[in-house]
């Protein structure tokens, strides 16, 4: 219905009454149920009252009321991290039977490795990651060794990937979510968290050797409980490595982050075995829907809301979010960690050539954004077509006194790519304005199709005329 018929409805309606709500300086409350009413019994489905200035955007931003996926208030159960704490939903201790204890952080972990590949895949940090309380609240953690450690850790790989898919740029906003919304993403020692994540793991290990106190009070429980809390921690350092590896300058980390890897990959199987033990041996069965649970245990786990972060996650309304299985999740990283590894794998070689042979062929894989943003970032190692000091993040330098990775002159990448002779490697030619507008041309093609496959015809498309014009000035040079 349009705005003159919205018109005609409110003439049939008796006048507003006043609210008791006390009117502010530049406003007046009037109570608008009977015209609201009014305007449900004209309405028939699919119409829409609206003003004149009522457009597109502000249809896409706007709040559905009674519609669970486009109403921000409606699914709330608590409307504070507070609130829900002080209702029991992220106790610590999580219970005072260590043998629940350890099951239940078991599952968290589980819960939150299908929460970070369900936002890889497109989804906020607010409503998938940070749905778990004890992120919200990493100072009521202090007293669990295991949990306090693994949240930090999660913080801490959150924010290395928020900072790779930033630095890249190749990222649409069907992609990923890098807003963080005020989230605690950079908690106070959370740079410890590696040190922290040995102590623990060393802790587990002598317990499952029986050198210490035992982990929990069921002794025919105990191998299977370290050795499930093992793989996972491992997993969690080994990944955390990876991260950091890959953003050393020059490519200096890449060997080493192949291996750390090859050790994920080794730990997420060693995870996948753990499943049996977690569904069958600790509790019994519990095979209700198991290929749609989030955990390897098929509980639901403990210390999680989605709807907590659900007003403050964008300034359009949420999303309904559909996490991956615990299994989709394992399988998500396989992928990941192979990705990267490929990418760990290119040469430094800086032929322009065999980057967009790689690229191309790296990219029919159909990559995550997280590996495609690695590629990018590692693209602009291997070649830069610039003439000054410029850095993609602090720790990487791309260009080091004028030259490609501190030892080969920038011009001698584009002589190669161009077949130029060799007289010209010290000839003005390289100052030419057209010369430098023809590398940043190739790197936007670079960044291009390293994007997702729904961008890059159209972002390709756009830019043909600038190969166009630059032929021409070049030529005519």
């Given at each position: 219905m349009d705005q003159s018929g919205a018109e005609e409805v409110g003439m049939h309606c008796h006048p507003p009454v006043?609210?008791?709500?006390?009117?502010?300086?530049?406003?007046?409350?009037a109570d608008v149920s009977s015209l609201l009413e009014a305007a449900c019994q004209e309405l028939q489905d699919g119409d829409l009252i609206h003003g004149d200035n009522f457009n597109l955007f502000a249809a896409m931003s706007a709040l559905e009321i009674m519609d669970p996926k486009m109403d921000s208030g409606i699914v709330c159960k608590y409307y504070s991290v507070d609130e829900a704490v002080e209702n029991g939903v992220a106790p610590v201790p999580i219970s005072s039977d260590?043998?629940?204890?350890v099951q239940c952080t078991i599952d968290i972990m589980?819960?939150?490795?299908?929460?970070?590949?369900?936002?890889?895949?497109?989804?906020?940090?607010?409503q998938t990651v940070f749905s778990c309380i004890y992120l919200l609240r990493p100072d009521r953690t202090s007293s669990h060794a295991i949990l306090h450690s693994y949240c930090r850790v999660i913080r801490a790989t959150c924010k290395a990937v928020v900072s790779v898919v930033s630095d890249a740029r190749t990222h649409e906003e069907e992609d990923l979510f890098t807003m963080t919304y005020g989230l605690p993403l950079h908690g106070d020692g959370d740079e410890k968290c590696l040190s922290m994540l040995n102590a623990v793991e060393e802790m587990i290990y002598r317990?499952?050797?029986?050198?210490?106190?035992?982990l929990q009070l069921n002794l025919d429980l105990e191998e299977g409980f370290c050795n499930a809390l093992l793989c996972r921690i491992r997993f969690r350092k080994h990944f955390f490595h990876v991260l950091t590896c890959m953003r050393r300058p020059q490519g200096r980390g890449l060997e080493l982050a192949r291996k750390h890897i090859a050790s994920c990959m080794s730990e997420l199987e060693c995870i996948l075995k753990s499943a049996e033990f977690l569904r069958f041996g600790a509790f019994g069965t519990c095979d209700d829907g198991v290929e749609d649970r989030t955990t390897a245990s098929g509980r639901a786990p403990i210390g999680f809301d989605a709807s907590l972060n659900s007003r403050s996650s964008a300034p359009t309304p949420p999303r309904a979010i559909k996490f991956l299985s615990w299994e989709k999740a394992i399988k998500?990283?396989?992928k990941l960690l192979h990705d990267l590894d490929i990418v760990c794998s290119y040469s430094l070689d800086p032929m322009l050539e065999g980057v967009l042979r790689f690229v191309v062929q790296f990219q029919k894989s159909k990559p995550d954004l997280v590996a495609r943003a690695h590629l990018q970032v590692r693209i602009h190692i291997i070649i830069f077509f610039g003439f000054s000091v410029l850095s993609i993040c602090e720790q990487l330098l791309l260009v080091q006194d004028g030259k490609l990775y501190g030892r080969d002159p920038i011009f001698a990448v584009i002589n190669k790519a161009a077949a130029l002779p060799e007289v010209t490697k010290n000839h003005d030619i390289q100052k030419n304005e057209y010369i430098v507008q023809l590398g940043q041309l190739v790197m936007n093609m670079l960044k291009i199709l390293c994007t997702n496959a729904a961008w890059q015809r159209r972002k390709l498309g756009k830019i043909l005329q600038d190969w166009r014009?630059?032929?021409v000035q070049i030529y005519y040079e």
């Open positions: 006043h609210s008791p709500i006390p009117s502010g300086e530049n406003s007046v409350w260590k043998t629940i204890d589980d819960h939150l490795l299908a929460c970070e590949a369900t936002w890889h895949n497109g989804h906020s940090l607010a317990q499952l050797r029986a050198y210490i106190e035992p998500y990283f396989l014009v630059i032929y």
